[in-house]
């Protein structure tokens, strides 16, 4: 099951799923914790064990509630390796693109996130697709079982994600979304980062990037 939450001023998606009783936070972006506590009540009024927070990019707006997550649960988040130093310079980050200081202190990292791992929830597995571009490190993360795909700002309905922020690179995200997103079954579901979801299918058809 997935259970979406719009969170702080860029409207970022943070999902929560879950099958058999246990629960993965992706991409905690809850600025406050006024984003917070609805997060933590759904996970709660479902008896959920929280047993992973997986991170498919570094950047700033996806890691906001990180802090929340430790002080609550005590668990730190998994990302990719590539994506470490952006995750290590987030401050810096939101001073130059918002003129403001990164408002949370972030956790350490809990581990590593590499191409083709796959992580037991429940009854599913969640695998790990390296899809570089929007960022050095960035990841989708596949459910086969359930045919659902957490893009994260790679893919998004009717467009990709932005490439001109430091690490970024164009080609690398058009490729890594052709060769590795593209190509799962059409019936797909995608839940990208910011805005609605879509299907693999209707992005093959419609998105003007292909």
């Known amino acids: ?25 992706i991409d905690c972006g809850a600025y406050s914790d006024r984003h ?35 002080r609550d649960y005590g668990l ?19 001073m130059a693109i918002l003129g403001i200081s990164f408002p949370n202190p972030l956790p350490p990292i809990g581990g590593y996130l590499f191409d083709g791992q796959k992580l037991q929830l429940g009854d599913v597995e969640i695998e790990v697709i390296h899809t570089p571009g929007h960022t050095p490190g960035g990841v989708s993360l596949y459910v086969e079982k359930e045919s659902i795909l957490f893009s994260g700002d790679t893919l998004f309905a009717g467009s990709v994600g932005r490439s001109d922020f430091p690490g970024g690179d164009f080609d690398t995200e058009i490729s890594s979304i052709r060769e590795r997103l593209l190509t799962l079954p059409a019936q797909t579901v995608v839940y990208p980062g910011h805005g609605p979801q879509t299907t693999i299918q209707h992005e093959k058809s419609c998105n003007p990037y292909f």
């Open 1 to 25: 099951m997935v259970k979406a939450f719009v969170c702080n001023n860029i409207a970022e998606n943070c999902y929560v799923l879950s099958s058999n009783g246990e629960a993965a936070i």
């Open 36 to 70: 917070w506590e609805p997060i933590k009540q759904y996970i709660e009024s479902e008896s959920l064990t929280l047993r992973y927070v997986l991170q498919t990019h570094a950047h700033f707006d996806h890691v906001y509630g990180l802090c929340f997550v430790e």
């Open 76 to 94: 730190h988040p998994f990302l990719h390796q590539a994506d470490e130093v952006l995750y290590e310079h987030t401050n810096e980050a939101t």
